[in-house]
Each structure stands twice: as structure tokens, then as C-alpha cells.
């Protein structure tokens, strides 16, 4: 039976490789085509986990455990199904539990009610937040960990990354766009979602981008950040090469 963890550091970064041979800077050019200067000194991560989050140590490998995060999900698609994240962890960011003591019974959590001033006041809590790949706190956080942390304070767990969120949400005409909902951006070549953002009302969205001279959460109008207006972008759903979806997370 594996053993299982819970996360006694603030935040700790999780890995799709194991950073033990390499420099930080070393390891974070060889393992992403988009390593980008200012992570000079960080792994390249693949998600974060936050203080007392769980996992499942599937197995060792010098000062790190290889883990499976138990609230966190992503999209497979070799087998097309969601499945528990997977990565590299610091053994010091965690001290192992005895699952039937420690863990913590998610429905007693309390948790924000759903509605739109709380969406927004936890989306506004983001802003101007450094980007970061894989980032899931305010200290640096990308564009699946905003849409992701925004509705696990609401007591919504969707999958971590932006194409989980896409399948499990559903589609919404923009004439009927609620605050809350998602944007997601499609590159018509690979068909896959490469961008979250969400709608916030008023024609605006937020959104944590990675483009060299944002670098941050920002709001941002859909005239600025498609050339469009939300009318025209409903008759064509394609700018610049990508495909624009709007979808709703199921949330009973």
C-alpha cells in the first residue's frame, strides 16, 4: 500500500522531471521549450501544491517522492480521461499521515457562496500577480491555475490545467456569457487549448498571460485582446489563428 503525504511548506512546486542532477537554471532550459529568463533560478514546474493539500507517494528517488496529487486533475490524452496529477515532489515539503487520521473531510470545508461580487472579488484578488508556468499562488500563478484556484475557493474542484477545464465545462452562446464563465483559446494547427481566461462582465475578462510584455494577471477587454468586439467574435469564433470558445462550468 503506498504512503500517503500532506504538504507542510507554504506552497510546494511539483515536477514532471526529477531535478537532481542539474542547476536550477540548467534544469529549467533542457526541460521546456518555454523557459523564459525572468524563471532564471526555478525549475520549470508543472503545478503547485499549497499547505496541508494531500497526496499518495508512489515511489522515491533521492530527496524527492514521485506523487499523485489526490485534488488535482488533469486531462490524458493518449487515453482521453481525467486523471489525478502526477509529478516530482521535495520529500522535505511533506510528512507522511496515516489517511484515516489525517485527512480532511472536503464537505465540512467551508467554502465562498457563488455569486457574481465573490467571483469577482477572488478573481480581483489575483491581480497583477507575476506569471509563472505552473504557478498556483498569488506569488506567481499561469492561466489554468487562475480559472483553477478561483474555483476551489468556491468549493469547485476543476481539472488543473486548461484543456481538463475545457472538457468538463459546456458550451454558453456569448449572448448568454455569466461572470464566472471561461474563454478558452484553441490553435486551429494541433487543435488543442493553448489559453483560459474568464469573464468577469462589462465585456472584460481576466487572465494570468505569459506574453513577454505582460507577464501577469490583468484584465483585459475583448477589443484589446482579440482586435473584436464580443458581438463579432460571436459570428466568427476565430482570431488570429485560433479558435475562441466560451463554456460553463457545471457547478451543481
Not at 485582446?225 to 476565430?238: D, H
Request: aromatic share 12%; with cysteine; hydrophobic share 35%.
Amino acid at each position: 500500500m503506498h504512503k500517503c503525504g500532506k504538504v507542510i511548506s507554504n506552497v510546494a512546486s511539483v515536477y514532471s522531471y526529477v531535478p537532481e542532477y542539474l542547476s536550477e537554471e540548467e534544469f529549467a532550459v533542457k526541460s521546456s521549450r518555454r523557459y523564459i529568463p525572468e524563471l532564471k533560478g526555478f525549475f520549470c514546474i508543472k503545478t503547485q501544491l499549497i499547505n496541508n493539500d494531500f497526496v499518495t507517494i508512489l515511489r522515491e528517488r533521492g530527496l524527492f517522492y514521485y506523487v499523485q496529487c489526490d485534488e488535482q486533475l488533469e486531462y490524458m490524452f493518449e487515453i482521453k480521461q481525467l486523471i489525478k496529477c502526477e509529478g516530482w515532489l521535495r520529500a522535505e515539503s511533506i510528512e507522511i499521515v496515516e489517511k484515516n487520521e489525517e485527512y480532511v473531510d472536503k464537505d465540512d470545508e467551508k467554502f465562498l457562496s457563488l455569486n457574481d461580487n465573490t467571483i469577482r472579488s477572488l478573481a480581483y484578488g489575483y491581480l497583477d500577480s507575476p506569471y509563472l508556468w505552473g504557478g498556483l499562488t498569488k506569488n506567481g500563478i499561469d492561466c489554468s491555475g487562475l480559472t483553477y484556484m478561483i474555483y476551489k475557493n468556491l468549493g469547485i474542484n476543476l481539472p488543473r490545467f486548461s484543456h481538463g477545464q475545457y472538457k468538463l465545462s459546456t458550451k454558453v452562446t456569448t449572448e448568454n456569457l455569466k461572470i464566472g464563465d471561461l474563454i478558452f483559446l484553441e490553435h486551429n494547427d494541433t487543435h488543442k487549448i493553448v489559453h483560459v481566461s474568464m469573464y468577469i462582465g462589462n465585456d472584460l475578462m481576466i487572465e494570468s498571460s505569459g506574453l513577454q510584455d505582460v507577464y501577469r494577471v490583468r484584465i483585459i477587454s475583448f477589443n484589446d485582446m482579440f482586435g473584436v468586439s464580443l458581438n463579432e467574435i460571436s459570428t466568427r469564433n476565430e482570431v488570429r489563428g485560433k479558435s475562441v470558445h466560451f463554456r460553463r462550468i457545471k457547478t451543481q
